[in-house]
């Protein structure tokens, strides 16, 4: 089959690479239909994650058709339309039955590599490095996917391919973001990044009962399309003083939920943008955290911070003062997909929750390294390169 390989810093190829095979008996083979571009594929690419091999599969965000499964396998048959977690769950461990499924204590065989370097390991990920189980991914023309029964749902009829492929990943983070981060009714939310899940984490955060959702970001047509499509005000953090503007808006207290979309490669428009890039790329510091920073600074007392963006290791200068004096909660997570994807594609099926303008690019997977040229680059106003490899 043809796949999407990842062959060093920045260099993609689409290779010819063995079909997968069921290996378990609760895995099934799913004919992938949709994939998408996400943030986490650019930290792969600009080799931030550890643990990534020449030619390795990447992509975790998918949809597809079940053509095969195995012996055990329960919930799905031959023929079915599935959206599939972007993380691996076993649905039977301690963390996947307090529906912590990111934290899965079976689904990644490689646990020692981050055991070492955190403390503890994440559940194995789709297409993310051999730290995350070495799975391939879903830019491909076929996924093996294991604890299928846990980890894909079927799509209602009436919902688009591409509608629901978001639930995999953007949209479940995004909600995640909100839901964990504590948003009541009546809150006054920030989100820092209007990628795709930025955006989700507004709309979960409006969904929640926000009285305000304020969100951040440089690109004008991002910022464009978070205010049409997702109804947030917005902020564009190179012509204004993000803290200042946010106390403005707040009358002087602050955003009570505080949500941070951007992660490690964070932009910043002053010149210390430039040191922290230097640092990384020398690997004196391991991650860029602006907007955590800002997040955690502009937060008012008492309130909480959620950290979505992907960070890998030590930052420098975290505010850990203005966390402790300020009565801060600060959390972060991989997704807990399977929490939220059932309600999500109900709420897609509903008309409540839109995806499918996200999908800005879309082609088939021999046009694959030029999505992600697109989608990394910010060109052409790309927020989500989506490949099709049937097309
Ligand atoms: N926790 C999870 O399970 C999970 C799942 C999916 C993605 N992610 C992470 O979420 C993050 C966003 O993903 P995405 O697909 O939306 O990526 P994206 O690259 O499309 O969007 C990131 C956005 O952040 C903006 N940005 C950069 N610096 C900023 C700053 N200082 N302040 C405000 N905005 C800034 C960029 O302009 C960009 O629009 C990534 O780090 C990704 O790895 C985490
Ligand atoms: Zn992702
Ligand atoms: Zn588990």
């Not at 030619?55 to 919930?75: A, K, N, S, T």
Request: hydrophobic share 40%.
């Amino acid at each position: 089959m043809k796949a999407l390989c990842w062959q060093g810093v920045n260099e993609l190829s689409v290779e010819r690479v063995p079909d997968p095979e069921i290996l378990n008996a609760q895995d099934a083979i799913v004919r992938v239909i949709a994939t998408t571009t996400c943030g986490s594929d650019l930290h792969l690419l600009g080799g931030y994650i550890p643990a990534m091999r020449a030619g390795d599969v990447i992509g975790h965000e998918f949809l597809g058709e079940v053509v095969e499964v195995g012996p055990e396998v329960r919930r799905h048959k031959v023929g079915d339309r599935v959206v599939v977690c972007s993380i691996i769950g076993c649905g039977r461990c301690w963390q996947c039955q307090h529906d912590m499924w990111s934290l899965c204590e079976n689904s990644n065989p490689k646990s020692g590599l981050t055991d070492e370097l955190w403390g503890g390991s994440t559940a194995g990920i789709f297409g993310y490095s051999h730290a995350m189980g070495g799975f391939r991914g879903s830019h491909a023309e076929y996924a093996r996917v294991p604890f299928v029964d846990y980890g894909a749902f079927s799509v209602p009829d009436g919902v688009d391919d591409i509608s629901a492929m978001f639930t995999s990943d953007s949209a479940p983070t995004g909600w995640m973001g909100a839901d964990l981060g504590g948003v009541k009714p009546g809150d006054v939310v920030a989100v820092w990044g209007c990628g795709a899940v930025g955006q989700m984490a507004a709309r979960a955060a409006m969904l929640l009962g926000a009285e305000r959702v304020i969100a951040i970001d440089r690109f004008p047509e991002r910022l464009a399309m978070t205010s049409r499509h997702v109804g947030a005000e917005v902020i564009d953090y190179t012509t204004t003083d993000v803290t200042a503007e946010l106390r403005e808006r707040t009358g002087g207290r602050g955003p009570d939920v505080c949500i941070e979309a951007v992660g490690m490669e964070a932009h910043s428009p002053g010149v210390e943008y430039r040191f922290e890039k230097a640092k990384q790329q020398l690997r004196i510091e391991l991650d860029r955290p602006f907007a955590v920073r800002e997040a955690i600074f502009a937060c008012r007392k008492g309130g909480s911070v959620f950290i979505l963006g992907v960070f890998a290791g030590a930052v420098d200068k975290f505010p850990l003062g203005a966390m402790m004096n300020k009565g801060l909660t600060v959390r972060g997570a991989q997704q807990h997909g399977h929490r939220y994807i059932p309600m999500l594609l109900d709420r897609v099926a509903r008309g409540e929750l839109v995806t499918s303008y996200l999908a800005t690019h879309e082609m088939s997977l021999d046009d694959a390294p030029l999505g992600y040229d697109l989608f990394k680059n910010k060109k052409d106003g790309c927020v989500r390169a989506v490949f099709r490899p049937g097309m």
